[in-house]
């Protein structure tokens, strides 16, 4: 340990006493450092004959960031910039390529955080989509700690730009955490800090995830839960610092608790395999780690007690994953291919060696790869190295999934099988666990510029170039590209004039044609750019099976048999004529939905058969400015006077 401890506080004095029995122990084990702690041990200076009284040494002032610092994270922003340029050239009118759901989702939640700051609405659920039924947000990643403060953005700009603003800061700002906390209190070195904050910012899996899931990628708390978790091995204070973690728990859980539960498992791991090796360490790391995650557990409990309860227990709860993600499993070939968002990625050629193209978490390259296990080998002799690889193994080999396959051949049966029902795990996508072994790579990386460039040879210059030619191997064909995108009808501008609001009142719905189901999200884009002011059905979000409160999750909710009808016929253009029991059944589905105004834009792909098919159910439709209206009040409505629509 240095003079300053990692969390830039001065030890106190030391009596005299005391200094030669010091001495001796830290020529030991030093089991008093904290078992992250990654930088060498001082050495240890001959006991002073006669100690002098001294005053205690005034506290280090806070280092700011100087010119380098800021020059790094300005690096990283304009890296962040460029992979998600394309978006920005249009943020209303692009979208991820392939799939498009998960943005719309997100925008959706954007627009309920407003309503939550500005309404003062339940934070935690909504029935705004899927009425009436609803859906618990809790139990959807609803990403309060990223909407609450991008309410001024959505606000002015709306929910798409905000959108596209999370992702950018989402990268950059992991890349810039990571940096951070592995300059300033871990290694201590900044050419190594900033290789693995490149790396643990722009790695193919956060580049997957980008154009889908800010709420993934956005891992800016993790280095600093990974460094106060570990300060709680030797702290002090395990009052102060169990709080401090416990408040960073709660943040975390609010961005995603997937990433919150992968962070806390890897760094059980971690630990296990560090305690293993030096089962010294535990005899004083076990008394303030103790106490600091009871303080912990008992204030991030607190804090989390009734969110965890309405996402467990309250409306709209499930109990597992869909069974369409929970065999989700990285195949063996993808650990050593380049991901489809980097320099010398395939996109096609990638196509069966993940689940999907958002779920691209490995793909680290042939020269990633070899270099990594490079890296284990020459440093094997380090405890630390061996706890990393260790971590990164477990976690590579669950990532597997279910059954471990090579080049989309099944081979054997996979670890996960084991593991895939019990309780937390059964909510967790398998494949993802790849993202932790990206992360102790990036670690590895740093470990190993910091030895290289510290080696005492004659010709540093060409120790410097041999470092940067194999970084430039292990880094250049995974490097970020930007995102790929497609064009997306724009909101129709019956929506943005606000058109709608003479037919829709407040427990009334406004029904998109086809109606929102997981692929296709327009109808939600809709409601976000209209500050969620109106109700709509359907929608894409996990749920119980049928809407039984604790059933297994699927995606979407209730089966409609008038949605699934809108569906095909968008999907096909074959418009089939009904009969009076499809007739009568649609027509109970939009009462069940309290259907004020059905939507079809004039520009829909199959608008006619479409139409068509509309107008069996609910009559001749009206054009009015770019969309097909059917006014269907009167045909929804119970008896009795006609609700008032509302201006809001």
């Known amino acids: 340990m240095t003079s300053t401890d990692l969390r830039g506080e001065s030890p106190p004095a030391v009596d005299a006493r005391h200094v030669e029995s010091h001495a001796v122990a830290a020529t030991l084990v030093d089991a008093t450092a904290p078992l ?6 001082p050495p240890t200076a001959p006991a002073p004959v006669e100690a002098t009284p001294s005053p205690a040494p005034a506290p280090r002032p806070r280092r700011r960031p100087d010119r380098r610092d800021l020059a790094v994270y300005g690096l990283f922003l304009l890296t962040a910039l460029w992979v998600t340029s394309r978006i920005w050239a249009d943020p209303a ?10 943005p719309a989702q997100v925008q959706f939640f954007l627009a309920h955080s407003v309503r939550v700051v500005l309404h003062g609405e339940f934070p935690f659920y909504t029935d705004q989509f899927n009425y009436p039924d609803g859906v618990n947000l809790m139990a959807n990643t609803a990403i309060l700690a990223l909407g609450i403060p991008m309410v001024p953005v959505t606000l002015l700009f709306g929910p798409a730009v905000s959108f596209v603003t999370l992702v950018t800061l ?15 209190h871990v290694l201590r070195h900044r050419p190594a800090a900033l290789v693995a904050g490149w790396f643990c910012g722009f790695s193919p899996a956060m580049l997957a995830h980008a154009n889908w899931h800010p709420n993934i990628i956005s891992q800016f708390l993790l280095p600093f839960l990974v460094w106060r978790a570990l300060v709680l091995t030797r702290t002090t204070r395990p009052v102060r610092d169990g709080a401090l973690l416990a408040l960073l728990v709660t943040v975390q859980a609010f961005i995603n608790e997937e990433i919150l539960l992968f962070t806390a498992l890897g760094i059980g791991v971690f630990l296990l395999a560090m305690l293993a090796q030096q089962p010294a360490r535990w005899r004083s790391a076990w008394r303030p780690l103790g106490a600091g995650l009871a303080v912990c557990a008992a204030l991030a409990g607190a804090l989390l007690a009734y969110p965890l309860y309405v996402q467990f227990a309250g409306p709209m709860a499930y109990h597992g994953l869909s069974d369409a993600v929970r065999d989700y499993g990285n195949d063996l070939a993808a650990f050593v291919t380049p991901g489809s968002a980097t320099l010398g990625g395939n996109q096609r050629a990638n196509a069966n060696l993940a689940p999907n193209y958002s779920e691209e978490n490995a793909f680290f390259g042939w020269g ?18 061996r706890a990393l690889a260790a971590t990164g193994l477990f976690f590579a080999v669950l990532s597997l999934g279910e059954r471990v396959s090579w080049w989309d051949r099944d081979l054997v049966t996979g670890p996960w099988q084991l593991l895939v029902r019990l309780p937390l795990l059964d909510a967790v996508v398998p494949t993802r666990f790849g993202m932790i072994t990206s992360v102790v790579v990036g670690v590895l990386l740093a470990l190993a510029v910091r030895r290289a460039l510290a080696l005492r040879l004659p010709d540093r210059r060409t120790v410097r170039t041999l470092t940067s030619a194999v970084l430039a191997v292990a880094l250049l064909p995974i490097a970020p590209m930007p995102l790929q995108v497609v064009s997306r009808p724009a909101v129709p501008e019956f929506i943005t004039s606000g058109r709608w609001r003479p037919y829709v009142g407040a427990e009334q719905t406004l029904v998109p044609v086809p109606v929102p189901s997981m692929g296709n999200t327009n109808g939600m884009r809709w409601a976000a ?3 969620l002011d109106f109700k709509i059905p359907g929608g894409y979000f996990l749920a119980p099976r049928n809407g039984n409160t604790g059933d297994p999750g699927q995606f979407g909710g209730r089966p409609s048999g008038f949605g699934d009808l809108l569906q095909r016929v968008s999907k096909t253009g074959r418009a089939d004529r009904l009969d009076e029991r499809q007739r009568r059944r649609s027509l109970d589905e939009l009462r069940h939905w309290r259907a004020a105004v059905l939507v079809l834009p004039v520009g829909q792909p199959n608008a006619e058969p479409l139409r068509r098919t509309v107008e069996q159910v609910a009559g001749p439709g009206r054009r009015e400015l770019d969309v097909w209206v059917w006014d269907v009040r009167r045909l929804t409505e119970p008896r009795g006077p006609r609700p008032r629509a509302t201006a809001r």
Do not use: K
């Open 36 to 41: 992250g702690d990654l930088r060498p041990a």
């Open 170 to 184: 989402g990268l950059a700002g992991t890349a810039a955490a990571w940096y951070h906390v592995l300059s300033r």
């Open 529 to 531: 750019s209209a500050n």
């Open 368 to 385: 990633l790869t070899l270099i990594a296990v490079g890296i284990v080998v020459w440093l094997r002799r380090e405890p630390l190295v």
């Open 93 to 102: 009118g692009r979208v991820a390529s392939l799939y498009s759901s998960d």
